[in-house]
């Protein structure tokens, strides 16, 4: 792990930066490593807080929850994959159901619903290829979603993959354990 990176407290964080993370810092009880070290770039760090948001808004919370723990999985960020778990758990979806997605195979998923299958597909695709060759997975993603949707989903896989490259470089370690250690 970096020690090299400043951890920045909440009260040392950017004012600006710290608006937008306050609610969260609050619901969760403190501040996240990640949050820490990319304090130390503030006006990227709320603008990439405010895509999320953004993403979050236009897109199915069963979208997100599968578009964001698949690309952690794929990216062996289980910083944001065990966050995620707890988080689609808090929202009602089943065990069974994460564990399907965690598998990232979609075409043996029996919970999956058809959306959440073809934007499983296209995610794996696009960080296979970084979004070459993806015109069959994102066609069959439009013909179960719509532009705004499919769009969304895209961004969302990018959104993950910056996520998962700070982490993975930092060597973060998640600040809560896999629901499945439960």
Not at 52 to 58: F, K, S, V
Not at 89 to 94: D, E, F, H, N
Not at 106 to 121: C, L, N, S, W
Not at 153 to 167: D, E, F, M, S
Request: aromatic share 8%; net charge negative.
């Amino acid at each position: 792990m970096s020690q090299r990176i400043p951890r920045l407290s909440f009260e040392e964080l950017d004012p600006s930066l710290a608006e937008v993370l306050r609610a969260r810092v609050e619901r969760l009880g403190y501040l996240g490593e990640i949050f820490q070290c990319t304090g130390n770039t503030p006006k990227a760090m709320a603008h990439f807080m405010e895509m999320t948001r953004e993403l979050n808004d236009a897109m199915p919370a069963n979208l997100t929850e599968t578009t964001a723990l698949t690309m952690a999985v794929l990216a062996g960020n289980d910083y944001e994959r065990n966050q995620h778990e707890r988080l689609a758990r808090k929202l009602g979806y089943s065990l069974e159901w994460l564990a399907e997605v965690n598998s990232c195979d979609p075409g043996a998923a029996k919970k999956m619903a058809d959306d959440e299958k073809a934007v499983q597909t296209y995610a794996i695709a696009a960080f296979k290829n970084f979004g070459k060759n993806t015109n069959a997975a994102f066609d069959a993603l439009l013909d179960v979603t719509n532009a705004k949707i499919a769009m969304s989903v895209v961004l969302y896989v990018g959104r993950c993959v910056t996520h998962a490259l700070a982490v993975n470089t930092l060597g973060l370690e998640p600040p809560v354990p896999s629901v499945f250690e439960d």
